[in-house]
């Protein structure tokens, strides 16, 4: 029996549903706001509120959990391997690394938040969708 189990299962498989917040939750850190529709919108914001939280502790072993939960894809920009100062192209005399959403996440957005004790996403309620009239929603970070 599934007595108060909770969890929004948008319509799909366990693995399915993983990929997608997956996807959703690295898209998210990549451009600060995404605009899905609401149900998937209400299942990412827990999911990447966990995620924040673990990028705000900023060991190891937080940066390793949290590669289990957002793909690690590179942002076409570069992070300075000393300061984590980033730059949009290659610089002379610098050793500079391409900036990835992991490192992104570590390096400013867990910073960011260091003083804020959850409530790291916000969901706006936007007009239907033309084709289906689906209800959507923009999530942002705060």
Not at 104 to 113: D, M, P, S, V, W
């Amino acid at each position: 029996m599934r007595h108060q189990c909770n969890r929004n299962r948008l319509g799909r498989p366990q693995d399915q549903r993983k990929a997608l917040l997956r996807s959703l939750a690295t898209e998210l850190f990549l451009h600060g706001e995404i605009t899905t529709t609401i149900s998937r919108a209400k299942a990412l914001k827990p999911y990447a509120e966990e995620i924040i939280t673990l990028a705000k502790r900023g060991d190891l072993h937080a940066r390793r959990q949290a590669a289990k939960y957002i793909f690690d894809v590179e942002t076409s920009k570069y992070m300075d391997a000393e300061t984590g100062e980033v730059f949009a192209e290659l610089q002379e005399g610098k050793k500079l690394i391409p900036q990835t959403v992991l490192r992104k996440l570590f390096a400013e957005i867990g910073k960011q938040y260091e003083d804020r004790n959850g409530g790291y996403t916000r969901i706006y309620h936007l007009p239907p969708r033309r084709g289906d009239a689906t209800e959507m929603a923009l999530i942002q970070l705060v």
